[in-house]
């Protein structure tokens, strides 16, 4: 996903729902690993990977104009105390 | 560049261990001599689609005396499509469309913690 980011960030746009949807699904898995404290190496990197993607969308500036991306954004990753701090180590890497 | 023609053509094979060889080739050459991807088809699209899909019907039980493993034997061969994807992305990506890289990657993203879900995101 960060190649197409990077390669033809404006041509997600329109599919930007459907990616929005498949996000929320993995914030919910990835939120039972971490309470079941399932935090196997494997589920680590599939999450700061994930992380990685959600900044590199973040950093298109277009995509605050997208209701959905905002609304996943703010609800999951910023209200959510330790998806933000991995937010913030995969921004700061 | 119709050295290339044959790798897209055995994709179509029902082998699973050679559509992994054949994709992990393409990978070679998409890292060398990526120019020949361009003559991609749409046959070879919808062969690496089907290898990007996770099939139930390639997961299997496995006994190990008391103990019982699902072994996915497609896994292998899922990770080598989502490489040859990454790898190839700049080169295919104006041949078959944002459409079909982000179907790809709505099909990867899966329950489970596997390699394509670390190639994809």
């Known amino acids: 996903m960060n ?31 971490i309470n079941a404290k399932q935090e196997g190496e494997r589920v680590k990197d599939c999450i700061r990977a994930f992380m990685r ?17 905002k609304g996943f954004y703010d609800e999951k990753i910023v209200k ?12 700061s890497s | 560049m119709a ?4 790798f897209f053509a055995l994709l179509s094979e029902s082998d699973l261990n050679l ?20 003559l991609i088809n749409p046959a070879f699209e919808n062969a690496l689609s089907d290898a990007c899909k996770y099939k139930p019907e390639l997961v299997k039980e496995i006994e190990l005396g008391p103990f019982k493993y699902m072994v996915d034997e497609g896994l292998a061969m899922r990770t080598s499509a989502f490489s040859f994807i990454d790898t190839a992305m700049e080169y295919i990506l104006e041949k078959v469309g944002i459409n079909y ?14 390699k394509p879900m670390l190639i994809i995101f």
């Not at chain 1, 993607?53 to 991306?69: Q, V």
């Open chain 1, 53 to 69: 993607t959600i900044f590199a969308l973040s950093k298109i500036e277009e995509i605050n104009s997208m209701p959905k991306f």
């Open chain 1, 80 to 91: 959510n105390e330790k998806f933000k701090e991995l937010y913030e180590q995969a921004a």
């Open chain 2, 3 to 6: 050295i290339i023609e044959p």
């Open chain 2, 101 to 114: 890289i982000v179907d790809q990657i709505l099909m990867g993203i899966s329950k489970y913690y596997n």
């Open chain 1, 3 to 33: 190649k197409v980011i990077s390669l033809a960030p404006l041509s997600l746009f329109p599919y930007i729902d459907r990616l929005v949807d498949k996000f929320g699904e993995c914030t919910t898995k990835f939120d039972k690993a």
């Open chain 2, 19 to 38: 559509k992994k060889a054949v994709l992990e080739s393409l990978n070679s050459i998409a890292h060398s001599m990526p120019k020949p991807l361009q």
